[in-house]
């Protein structure tokens, strides 16, 4: 076990080096310098104003290989960086990026972990209620709704969402955000209610499908046959074996839970980090959205090995080696 | 008379089909009447398909939707089992009657702990705190020879072998004393030598419980070292019932007879073993009338137009062939 959870680190430090890599790609040979220079001054830009806006983000450097002092390169400098967590500075304001994280890392966390967890709630019970009656109108009607509120775009949960019960029925503000946890609430009801109701149908679809799955598993039968009830049934043998397709799911939401709801926080004024990359990518600020695409890797990384690790707890059979 | 322990009147039991039926029904197990004595073992035969199984399962209303029961009786002493409400019914299953499966592999809950199963079992029936619960299921094991008992209290389903495993299904069906153990091919998917020791368990356990089993089974040598009574079943329908001496010495229905014939135990040395040709048709397309007509050796053009009546050949032995000389009674 100990062995299983060292060698997956390691895993996941060759992992980490390499979607480091990639990002150097993107961010580097993709886009030029000169290019993102254009991106933040304009077009009309004169040659020298690009020229100096290069050197100023220290971007004039050779890439990969420099005769005079081989550290001397942004390759080398893209992955101390990133792997020291210094992130420098912001390309469009020339803040501290790590400011910006940690200023952006609560109002994300205030959002998003009421989501997550009234959602995972709500989808699960209700994937157990359509599950339950399977078969019957109950469960034609859940599978409708769910499909149709799969269906509908972001943005009209957004907008209908703020103009009903934002302007017509005044019940929450419409946006904005407030540090004071004793004031906090009011603004991420709103955020949290769109949020929820977004994601309910696909995690009604999806539960339903392993619920039933394992509703037809002999071991069920077994517990009919000994005058197990109903509700016993799904909470007790069918959660319990649901647990692995089920841990997949919720462990890999976490790193969302960090990065925030890209949408969801810029259009309802959170400025977490979900609105941060919305901004960093608005303002042509590249080492900011370099920094927060790869915070984004390293927690996809993270669940994967927690991810696994859990499947232990919850499945005996399950034995790492 | 006495009452029996349990009576099946005129049992059907449909599924949806895609042959052509009016209803887009079809009947899999239709007009079974049967019944057993307490302590008696009653074994069910027939080919796969034939029914046994539904059979089995509608007595503790277990069909999993969309089949359901259509009609007949289910009397447990003189109770109709159908006429229960749900929990009524929970309070049957697993108590009154209790019921192992063919498949041990699958049917025990892989994550939840062999002993936490059987108590579980215990607790639905008695309020009991789960200490004593667990030293009643310690018994248990014991009482089915498992191996290091105590030990396996704590394994998980895959840590057992298939014959453990029916042993824990065995030990949870005797946790609460049973009148009626309904055993679904107990045997059919364990190795031969491990079928031997769970038989001989299960005849031993069955004369110190003093319960009634009813035997689901396809195969005849565990029928002739078990049971009491024989039902015969062909396509949903029971062809012949007798003692065990009735239909292993004097079958009478061509069914019953092909079956024996095609037992390796009875078979002639030297000689090809016997098989019946063709195999049960699907539900649904079941023949008019004598539905074992397709593949019978004695029958004509007759038999195929009405269902055959049942024919009483002694107090205990009984017939549904139309080629069979006996008493026609009108049930």
Known sequence: MIAYIVRRLLHGVGIVLGVLGLLFILFFTVTSPEGMATKALGEKAPPEAIAQWVTNHGYDRPLFWNPESWSDTLLVDHYYSMLSFDFGRSDADDRPIMDRIKQGAKPSLYLTVPLFFIGLFLSLSGAMLVAFFRGTFIDKAGLVVSVLAMSIPTMVYIIAGQYILGKVLLWFPISGFDRDPTMVWKFLMLPVIVGMIESLGGGVRFYRTVFLEESNRDYVRTARAKGCGELQLMTHHVLGNAMIPLLTQVVVAIPHLFLGALLTESFFGIPGLGAAMVEAIHGNDFSTLRALVFIGCLLFIVAQIVTDIAYTVVDPRVRLK | ?331
Request: some cysteine.
């Open chain 2, 1 to 331: 008379m006495t009452q029996p322990l349990l009576e099946l009147k005129d049992l059907e039991t449909s599924f949806p089909s895609s042959a052509e039926t009016v209803s887009g029904r079809a009947s899999v197990v239709e007009g079974v009447t049967l019944s057993i004595d307490a302590g008696e073992v009653l074994a069910l035969v027939g080919e796969s398909g034939c029914g046994k199984s539904v059979t089995a399962l509608s007595i503790l209303r277990l069909i999993p939707k969309p089949g359901r029961i259509e009609r007949g009786e289910i009397l447990l002493e003189g109770r109709d089992l159908r006429t229960l409400s749900i929990p009524e019914m929970r309070k049957v299953r697993g108590n009154q009657i209790a019921m192992i499966f063919q498949e041990p592999m699958t049917s025990l809950n892989p994550v939840v702990r062999v002993g936490d199963q059987v108590v579980e079992a215990i607790r639905l029936h008695e309020k009991v705190s789960r200490k004593a619960a667990l030293a009643r299921t310690l018994e248990l094991f014991e009482k089915v020879s498992m191996p290091d008992a105590k030990a396996r209290l704590r394994a998980f389903p895959h840590e057992l072998s298939g014959g453990l495993k029916q042993r824990v299904m065995i030990a949870m069906a005797l946790s609460s004393h049973p009148k009626l153990l309904i055993a679904d091919e107990p045997t059919t998917a364990l190795d031969v030598t491990v079928q031997a020791q769970t038989l001989e368990l299960l005849r031993d356990l069955r004369q110190e419980m003093d319960m009634a089993v009813l035997l689901i089974t396809h195969d005849l040598g565990v029928v002739n070292q078990l049971a009491d009574r024989v039902a015969v079943m062909y396509a949903g329908k029971v062809v012949e019932t007798g003692t065990r001496e009735d239909v292993f010495r004097q079958a009478r229905h061509p069914y019953t007879k092909s079956l024996l014939r095609s037992m390796p135990a009875l078979a002639k040395p030297q000689e090809p073993l016997y098989e019946i040709a063709g195999s049960v048709p699907v539900p649904g397309e079941w023949p008019a009338g004598c539905r074992f007509v397709t593949r019978c050796e004695e029958g004509d053009d007759f038999c195929g137009e009405e269902p055959a009546p049942r024919r009483r050949l002694s107090h205990s032995h009984a017939c549904w062939c139309h080629r069979v000389e006996g008493v026609q009674d009108e049930s």
